[in-house]
């Protein structure tokens, strides 16, 4: 009798090591960069249908429903897959409106002018172009003919 040992020799790969970034917090309307590394095929997912298949991607003109999970798959060189996510924050733009009982007034008079107000919101206000040194209140006081307008920022988003 001969006795046969057969062998099976099983390999384990490893998983991909992903990583995954974005560049966020960012203001709405502004562009988000994804980034990741560790494998050499990429598929990207996240809200509002995003897709993508590069390994460093970009989202623009972002809305605030934007804000979420992205998710990259990827594919290692042994063909292994696996994930990782980022969480992308997309912060609101503020207000920027003015409002004043008119739009002109006599010689020697003035104008009120009154931007949107609220918490933490921060003020610049310029004439014809023009920053207005020390304006940085929500209302200002025009004493001369010209075209006005207000920079609103808040939570590092601005607006005007």
């Given at each position: 009798?001969?006795?046969?040992?057969?062998?099976?020799?099983?390999?384990?790969?490893?998983?991909?090591?992903?990583?995954?970034?974005?560049?966020?917090?960012?203001?709405?309307?502004?562009?988000?960069?994804?980034?990741?590394s560790g494998?050499?095929?990429?598929?990207?997912?996240?809200?509002?249908?995003?897709?993508?298949?590069?390994?460093?991607?970009?989202?623009?003109?972002?809305?605030?429903?934007?804000?979420?999970?992205?998710t990259v798959?990827?594919?290692?060189?042994?063909?292994?897959?696996?994930?990782?996510?980022?969480?992308?924050?997309?912060?609101?733009?503020?207000?920027?409106?003015?409002?004043?009982?008119?739009?002109?007034?006599?010689?020697?008079?003035s104008l009120?002018?009154?931007?949107?107000?609220?918490?933490?919101?921060?003020?610049?206000?310029?004439?014809?172009?023009?920053?207005?040194?020390?304006?940085?209140?929500?209302?200002?006081?025009?004493?001369?003919?010209?075209?006005?307008?207000?920079?609103?920022?808040?939570?590092?988003?601005?607006?005007?």
């Open positions: 009798c001969i006795d046969t040992i057969l062998r099976f020799v099983v390999t384990v790969n490893a998983l991909p090591v992903l990583t995954a970034t974005n560049n966020g917090p960012v203001c709405e309307g502004g562009t988000v960069n994804l980034s990741a494998a050499v095929s990429y598929i990207w997912s996240g809200p509002n249908s995003f897709a993508a298949t590069t390994q460093n991607t970009s989202r623009s003109n972002l809305q605030v429903s934007d804000s979420g999970t992205y798959k990827g594919t290692g060189a042994n063909g292994c897959r696996d994930d990782v996510s980022t969480s992308v924050a997309v912060k609101p733009l503020p207000a920027a409106t003015i409002t004043s009982a008119s739009n002109a007034f006599c010689t020697g008079g009120l002018l009154t931007a949107n107000t609220g918490s933490g919101l921060s003020y610049v206000w310029r004439k014809d172009g023009n920053v207005i040194s020390g304006a940085t209140a929500s209302t200002y006081t025009a004493i001369t003919a010209g075209s006005y307008t207000v920079t609103v920022t808040s939570n590092g988003c601005t607006k005007t």
